[in-house]
Structures are given as structure tokens and as C-alpha cells.
């Protein structure tokens, strides 16, 4: 069976954000070890031992076990490069302004909220950390201490109020 091509959609083209934090950047290498020491020697074993059962074209563990081995060397390469193009973010003594890494508390409708600005790898809405190429991230960045970002969403305007950067 034939597998349909598909147009490249709108965010084909886009260049992965490269800023992360030490911590994720760890995070990644030791997973990258992880695969190349124990993933991969596992998943090529795996696919020698199946290839000796004979015919291929009618032997399904051996098409799952080299579809295993194919995403286990995609997820290698994805990593790789990731680690390569590694922006570090560095927290910054300077809180005048909004810039990556920081605690930013912001207040709007009367409620007060703290979000951590950081890449869009590490973005978490639940724990309010937000991208740096989000609408909100974007609006922060670069803005002092009491200055007031307007935003519309969904045909309504938000005002945040920026009280607090650490």
C-alpha cells in the first residue's frame, strides 16, 4: 500500500527555538546516551535475530522491530541536532527588564499570577511556564515593572500588569 503525500502545512518551514535551560539541555544528553548505549544495540539485535526467521515480506516482527530501529535513530538525530543548535539560557541578575529565564508576576482582572519565561521546548501551562513566542511570552519580553501589555483574545482585550520580575 501506497502512503498518501501531503502538502507541507504552514509550519513546515518553521525553525525549532533553540533556547533551553541547563537543565533540559542535561536532561537531553543523557537520554541521547541512553539510546545510543542500551536503545539502539537492543533494537539492532533485535532486527538481526528476526531477519534470520527468512522471508521479509511476510514477516511482521521484523518490519515492527526496523520500524523500532527507524525511530530510534530519528529520536537519536532530533536530539543531536537540538543539543548542537543549544541556546543556554543564563539567568540574569538584571530584573529591569523581561528577558528569558525570569519570573515574571503579572496581574490582570484583579488575580495575580507569576509565569516563567522560557523556549517553547520547555513550555508547561499547567506550572505557568510559558514560551518566549508565545502571545503573552512575546508581549513580556523586553518590558519593565509596571508597564501594561494589552492582548486580544478571542475579540476580547486582556490588560496585564507587570508588578514583579526576578
Known amino acids: 500500500m501506497r502512503t498518501p503525500i501531503r502538502k507541507p502545512g504552514k509550519y513546515t518551514d518553521l525553525k525549532k527555538d533553540a533556547n533551553i535551560t541547563k537543565k533540559k539541555y542535561l536532561e537531553l544528553k543523557t537520554k541521547l546516551e541512553k539510546l545510543i548505549k542500551y536503545s539502539r544495540p537492543t533494537a539492532i539485535k533485535e532486527v538481526k535475530r528476526l531477519a534470520l526467521d527468512g522471508d521479509f515480506s511476510e514477516n511482521h516482527a521484523y518490519s515492527m522491530a526496523k520500524g523500532r530501529l527507524r525511530g530510534i535513530n530519528q529520536r537519536i538525530d532530533e536530539i543531536e541536532d537540538i543539543l548542537k543548535r543549544a541556546v543556554i539560557i543564563e ?41 518566549h513566542l508565545s502571545p503573552l511570552g512575546s508581549a513580556l519580553m523586553g518590558k519593565k515593572r509596571g508597564d501594561i501589555i494589552s492582548l486580544k483574545i478571542k475579540n476580547n482585550i486582556k490588560e496585564y500588569k507587570i508588578l514583579k520580575i526576578k
Not at 503579572?106 to 520547555?122: F, H, R
Open 91 to 131: 539567568p540574569r541578575k538584571n530584573t529591569e527588564t523581561t528577558r528569558l529565564g525570569q519570573f515574571v508576576t503579572v496581574e490582570t482582572g484583579g488575580k495575580t499570577k507569576t509565569y516563567q519565561i522560557l523556549g517553547s521546548a520547555e513550555t508547561d501551562p499547567e506550572k505557568n511556564i510559558i514560551s
